[in-house]
């Protein structure tokens, strides 16, 4: 079930926000929401809910163990997280490990969200090691921390640091619950209408080749704005729903596409997983504090696990440290003069872009010789008068406006908007907008097909 299928729109939601505003007390409230998040994940793995069941089990186990013992606390930290790891590393890394090996992969199916559960687990099993105050002995809390639906299946990852004061209390009022669905519908047309759009061009020049050069350039174009689109279209209707429910889950995109390094491009985008990396992996191996060498080696290694995060490919691999290598490039360079004047800091944003969509060339490909094909393709790509014929195909009336709303939205033109007009018509205005945008909606959904969230396989 994806927040974007005709089940999750006009039932599961609906009835869940109707039976949470029955509830007399916020005790049931959380009740009914753990409930009902663990019929969602039901809904699309049942055969995987008692190994997630499992992996709130061990976290809930773990952190009493970690908030009561004087004693061996770094020994059950220890095998906390090596349960967790071990737990993602079977169900997403066993098949390419014995792939690489050289032996036959035995099939295993991967359980959804398994990276966002599993990174949750670990950050709440840490932060009470670290502080025993902060961890709970309600199970029930902890079920609703880790399942509750909003963000279950592609984050935002979440602290239990964060959340666990509005699972203790919390005030609905309709001024958030229209803000919040609000922004839910916001992102399900991010979703339906843009990312959907640009994407169908994308699979097309991937999945067909892309010998043309203006080809090989339109497809990394519109697969950059698609896994923005598609991701960020997720979490806005995760933090939507958050609030409907009376939770403030934290921004997880911040315009990525404008930033003018890629520090500044990390510090914007999946918000939540950089800053998980960050908190519970760069710094404790020592962060920028020794030296500039050990800097570059903690930034190539946090960039490697990123791209592992991702999946068991080596397409993600490379990614990954191709991240790693830039960034500490970065480091090494007096970058930040060329960024103090206006031409230098547009230059910036230029690169910063451009070595953005070229590794997201090689996250897309399907390997790592479909990658390389790929890049040359946008660097020694001929013009011929087939790629003619599939632009032509490809670029249809609808799919240019996708496009073009694409390019004029990714960098932040709606905020500035706001900001701009803040008149009481602005917003009566804007709640039409919002209607609008639902009916467009519910017209594409009319259509047909099936939009998985690109996140999911991850």
Not at 158 to 187: M, N
Not at 371 to 384: D, K, P, Q, Y
Request: with cysteine; net charge positive; charged share 15%.
């Amino acid at each position: 079930m994806v927040f974007s299928s005709p089940v999750f729109l006009f039932a599961f939601l609906p009835a869940v926000f109707l039976l949470e505003r029955l509830c007399p007390s916020l005790r049931l409230k959380n009740t009914l929401l753990a409930l009902a998040s663990l019929v969602f994940y039901a809904f699309g793995q049942l055969i995987f809910l008692p190994l997630f069941l499992g992996s709130v089990l061990l976290n809930y186990l773990s952190g009493l163990a970690l908030m009561r013992l004087p004693r061996g606390r770094r020994g059950v930290l220890a095998l906390a997280v090596a349960l967790n790891l071990l737990l993602l590393g079977v169900f997403k890394y066993g098949d390419f490990v014995l792939t690489n090996l050289g032996q036959a992969p035995v099939g295993i199916l991967l359980p959804i969200g398994i990276s966002f559960f599993t990174f949750q687990g670990m950050s709440y099993v840490i932060d009470v090691y670290r502080d025993p105050r902060s961890g709970t002995a309600d199970f029930g809390k902890l079920l609703l921390y880790l399942a509750f639906f909003p963000q279950l299946i592609a984050g935002p990852i979440v602290k239990y640091h964060d959340i666990s004061p509005q699972i203790d209390s919390r005030a609905t009022d309709p001024a958030s619950t229209e803000e919040g669905l609000r922004r839910f519908i916001r992102g399900l047309g991010k979703k339906l209408l843009i990312a959907d759009a640009v994407g169908r061009i994308a699979d097309a020049v991937f999945t067909g080749g892309a010998g043309d050069l203006r080809l090989a350039w339109l497809g990394a174009i519109c697969y950059t704005l698609q896994i923005y689109y598609d991701f960020s279209a997720y979490s806005d209707m995760a933090i939507g729903m958050g609030r409907m429910f009376g939770f403030r889950l934290k921004e997880n995109f911040l315009h990525p596409y404008a930033a003018d390094s890629l520090r500044d491009f990390w510090r914007r985008w999946h918000v939540s997983l950089s800053s998980w990396f960050k908190e519970y992996l760069y710094i404790p191996l020592g962060g920028n504090r020794k030296g500039k060498l050990r800097t570059a080696l903690n930034k190539l290694l946090v960039f490697l696990c990123t791209g592992l995060w991702h999946g068991a490919n080596w397409t993600f691999v490379v990614w990954g440290l191709g991240h790693g290598l830039l960034s500490s490039l970065e480091g090494a360079l007096p970058t930040e003069r060329l960024r103090k004047s206006r031409l230098g800091r547009l230059l910036s944003r230029v690169l910063t872009l451009l070595a953005v969509t070229l590794l997201f060339v090689i996250f897309r490909a399907e390997n790592l010789s479909a990658a390389w094909a790929m890049l040359c393709a946008l660097f020694a790509g001929r013009i011929t008068a087939a790629g003619t014929a599939e632009l032509v195909s490809l670029l249809q009336p609808a799919a240019l406006l996708a496009l073009g709303l694409a390019l004029v939205f990714a960098g932040g033109l709606r905020e500035k908007l706001y900001a701009r007009l803040q008149a009481p018509v602005f917003w009566h205005l804007a709640r039409i907008g919002s209607l609008a945008l639902l009916f467009l909606c519910i017209l594409s959904l009319s259509t047909g097909g099936f939009h998985p969230f690109l996140y999911f396989q991850f």
